[in-house]
């Protein structure tokens, strides 16, 4: 069994108690009720509490361990800023748990945290192509960071979210030939006018810089989709930006 050591701020407010509540029951073992007090803060943008949701969803710990519930939890952290995150998202692609094996993907993660200074990042990228095992980093529950100014009013944690879905549609070196293209796929495939798109700035050893394309939606319809795409010979993948 894994445990976390667990790292607190030194000075508590009132604006933090349902998260010190959730680190207290967490560390008495009461898993059910740190996810309940996490939940929704993490909902509310909080990258600590969204990163914390992911452990329990990777471990299994107070819910019923899902792996791409853990993975787009560590996503959101990740978007927010959290290296730990970043780390743990990078190791989720290079394991192909939660998200599909991506070594690419794994790397630009991995690139992320160590340029905020992760260390566990930075010494994993030297030794990507050597290591055999994929550690994460679960050695604390992240440190809450600064409530963002206008933080929305929290959700009831029992009310249930949908996580959006996203895919991987093509890759472009620049913004002209995305736009183009974007354009062409809309007029094959008319079903991707209803969908929103996230676009990405990459930079890869191999490939240099290049703007990935990605769609995102509800789960069964991003599927859907990318399962008429594929049928069709496009590319299509479910991956995180």
């Known amino acids: 069994m894994l445990f976390f050591v667990l790292t607190l701020l030194l000075v508590s407010t009132p604006a933090f108690a349902d998260f010190d509540e959730g680190v207290r029951f967490y560390s008495n073992g ?135 879905l996203y895919a991987h549609l093509a890759s472009y070196y620049t913004q002209e030939t995305l736009d183009k293209g974007w354009n062409e796929l809309k007029e094959r495939f008319p079903v991707l006018k209803s969908v929103k798109t996230v676009e990405t700035h990459i930079t890869l050893p191999k490939k240099g810089r290049y703007i990935r394309l990605y769609i995102k939606g509800k789960s069964d319809k991003i599927r859907k989709i990318c399962a008429e795409l594929n049928a069709g010979k496009q590319y299509c993948v479910v991956s995180y930006p």
């Open 30 to 164: 009461d898993y059910e009720r740190a996810f309940t007090e996490w939940h929704a803060d993490a909902e509310s943008g909080d990258a600590a509490a969204q990163r914390n949701l992911a452990h329990l969803y990777r471990w299994g710990k107070g819910v019923r361990q899902d792996l791409t519930q853990a993975a787009f939890w560590y996503f959101l952290a990740a978007k927010n800023g959290s290296p730990l995150a970043q780390y743990n998202l990078g190791i989720m692609y290079l394991r192909g748990e939660g998200v599909p094996l991506n070594e690419d993907e794994g790397r630009v993660w991995l690139e992320r945290a160590a340029q905020q200074g992760l260390k566990k990042a930075k010494k994993k990228l030297d030794h990507l192509d050597e290591d055999e095992e994929n550690e994460f980093v679960d050695e604390g529950l992240e440190r809450r960071l600064p409530a963002p100014s206008g933080k929305a009013e929290k959700k009831p944690a029992s009310v249930a979210v949908e996580s959006p």
